[in-house]
């Protein structure tokens, strides 16, 4: 396979949080999913902390065994988290406590001084840096210029496109910005919104090497089981159909 298959596992704390239990608990689910084949378990500490609660960031920071990729915001509070947790990676993520889920990337490009600043203090502690960012080619060129290591591509727009032109479109977008971040030398992500039915045209863009994929994967699994559903997207990725 040659793209890394990380697991977010945030809905399954969502799942718990609804009734504040202890269960379903996310590390017996990240430690299936990596049974499963996948490459990475992602995260994304709310500074809300509606799913995911910092219990969840420390046991999961012992237990994991291939690399844990903390979503968060671009805020000194988790800054400060992420020393103490020391995860492989950081993604800086825009957020809003009004919405359901991520909306957009980072504006990258409007907050460059902000942004440069948080990604000196994660490097300062040795900790790489990815910014989850639109396929906006001004926004790639910001992410390189602020010294990011890495870049997500959101690709929410795609996965929600109404036809087969916007989709081709956006689909475009994404390959473009793809091109455009592997030239500048950063490595390649790309997550929001992909499922089982759309996730094949991103896993033939060679220059990404890691989906985040979380809801789609959580969703099948309350009907199929968390290892066969992550096997069952590791499956695809590794065997395009």
């Known amino acids: 396979m040659g793209q890394r298959l990380g697991v977010n596992v945030d809905h399954v704390a969502t799942l718990r949080q609804a009734r504040r239990t202890t269960y379903p608990d996310p590390v017996t689910a990240a430690a299936i999913a990596e049974l499963a084949g996948a490459g990475q378990i992602t995260i994304h500490l709310r500074e809300d902390r509606r799913h995911i609660q910092e219990r969840d960031l420390r046991v999961l920071r012992e237990t994991v065994q291939t690399l844990l990729n903390l979503e968060m915001a671009a805020t000194q509070e988790m800054v400060k988290i992420a020393y103490e ?25 409007g907050q460059r001084d902000s942004i440069a600043k948080i990604i000196k203090n994660l490097k300062d502690g040795d900790i790489p840096v990815s910014l989850f960012i639109d396929p906006d ?24 496109a109404r036809n087969e032109r916007e989709r081709t479109r956006e689909l475009g977008r994404i390959v473009d910005a793809a091109k455009a971040a592997a030239r500048l030398g950063m490595s390649v992500a790309a997550g929001h919104g992909l499922n089982y039915d759309n996730v094949l045209p991103i896993v033939s863009i060679e220059e990404i090497d890691e989906l985040n994929i979380g809801h789609s994967i959580v969703a099948r699994a309350v009907l199929v089981g968390f290892e066969r559903a992550v096997r069952e997207m590791v499956e695809l990725m590794r065997n395009p159909r």
């Open 85 to 109: 947790h020391k995860p492989n990676v950081v993604t800086l993520v825009p957020e809003r406590r009004e919405e359901l889920t991520t909306e957009g990337g980072l504006d990258v490009a």
């Open 137 to 160: 080619l001004d926004q790639v060129r910001a992410a390189h210029k602020v010294n990011a290591d890495r870049i997500e591509l959101h690709t929410g727009r795609y996965c929600e």
